[in-house]
């Protein structure tokens, strides 16, 4: 049972440059949510999705696409990086007993 | 989301010392989880309340829910090494999808 998975573990990207954060579960959860976080704040919440189809925005959500087609996926789009985006994101997961989390995608952008 | 407010930012902890971080919301929460992040990991769920005034142990933790279920605390006894990380509390609101997280608390560990 692997849980909640997440690709890459790092990535560097030049300002400007797009990419897609991988994020899949095989728990069966509805519920999936990306947070970044940053020293000193926390994690803070990107997007999160109810379901299959189903999206809405956290508190962070400006520079950042997500799509839920699948139970099992959740990709975090960058749309045009910025030296604002480097941070640590994390995907997580809820079932009965809390959040599963990702171990991390670790972000800089030069 | 809710705001939730978390005291201290750090705890420097002498080992087999307690101590106690602080989490408190201006507003009714539905629930609210701890979380412990080691130094280079991803947070991993400790514990959720539910009920007003809910006192909850785990071994050396122990974690109480506000009578108004708007603060909540962790009380570490007798600390040490493995206990070093930052924890979290997370809430959720009444009707509210989305898990807020305080800042956190970091927690070293003299020897």
């Known amino acids: 049972n692997a849980g909640v998975t997440q690709t890459p573990k790092f990535q560097v990207l030049k300002t400007g440059q797009s990419m897609t954060l991988q994020c899949a579960q095989d728990?069966?959860?509805?519920?999936m949510s990306w947070y970044r976080q940053d020293p000193g704040m926390g994690l803070r919440l990107i997007h999160y999705?109810?379901?299959?189809?189903?999206?809405d925005q956290g508190e962070v959500p400006n520079g950042y696409n997500v799509s839920r087609s699948t139970t099992e996926d959740f990709p975090l789009r960058l749309l045009s990086a910025a030296p604002s985006q480097t941070s640590v994101y994390f995907c997580?997961?809820?079932?009965?007993?809390?959040?599963?989390f990702g171990s991390g995608t670790r972000l800089t952008v030069v | 989301g809710q705001q939730v407010m978390q005291i201290p930012q750090y705890q420097h902890v002498q080992e087999g010392e307690d101590f106690t971080t602080y989490c408190n919301s201006s507003?009714?929460?539905?629930?609210i989880q701890w979380y412990k992040q080691r130094p280079g990991g991803h947070p991993v769920f400790l514990i959720q309340?539910?009920?007003?005034?809910e006192v909850k142990k785990q071994k050396r933790l122990t974690f109480q829910f506000g009578e108004a279920k708007k603060n909540s605390s962790l009380h570490i006894t007798a600390t040490q090494t493995t206990d070093v990380g930052t924890y979290f509390c997370?809430?959720?609101?009444?009707?509210?999808?989305?898990?807020?997280f305080g800042a956190g608390t970091t927690v070293t560990v003299r020897a």
């Open positions: 999705s109810v379901g299959a189809g189903i999206t």
């Open positions: 728990m069966n959860h509805e519920y």
């Open positions: 507003t009714t929460l539905s629930n």
């Open positions: 997370a809430a959720l609101g009444v009707n509210d999808y989305k898990l807020s």
């Open positions: 997580a997961s809820s079932g009965r007993w809390g959040y599963t």
């Open positions: 309340l539910v009920k007003s005034g």
